[in-house]
């Protein structure tokens, strides 16, 4: 079965950075570049949010309004991995971040297990 692994979280202070990576194993479907690529947050008492989206192909990304400018969304194909850049961190970033990986009409819809970020002084 596919498997999404992230990792990178943690403490941070607020104007830092964190580099989020999710390792994709046991995917047979080809090239991540033929998937959407996304990661997601959710902080407690809230809805989970569409942080970062990488199209079919590579070439069109998607930002959440609060995270433009800030963060930004990359993948590779070899080793099988997607990422996350965050710079200048806020205390509203604090949340666990999920990877997703997925195809058109979410076939198929794959996710990781969650990191967690938290931006403290």
């Known amino acids: 079965q596919v498997q999404l692994v992230e990792s990178g979280g943690g403490l941070v202070q607020p104007g830092g950075s964190l580099r989020l990576s999710c390792a994709v194993s046991g995917f047979t479907g080809g090239s991540l570049i033929a998937y959407i690529t996304a990661w997601y947050r959710q902080a407690p008492g809230k809805e989970r949010e569409l942080v970062a989206l990488?199209?079919?192909?590579?070439?069109?990304?998607n930002y959440a309004d609060s995270v433009k400018g800030r963060f930004t969304i990359s993948r590779s194909n070899a080793p099988k991995a997607v990422f996350l850049q965050m710079n200048n961190l806020k205390f509203d970033d604090t949340a666990m971040y999920y990877c997703?990986?997925?195809?058109?009409?979410?076939?198929?819809?794959?996710w990781g297990q969650g990191t967690q970020v938290t931006v403290s002084s």
């Open positions: 997703n990986v997925r195809g058109v009409h979410r076939r198929p819809d794959y």
């Open positions: 990488m199209s079919v192909g590579g070439s069109g990304t």
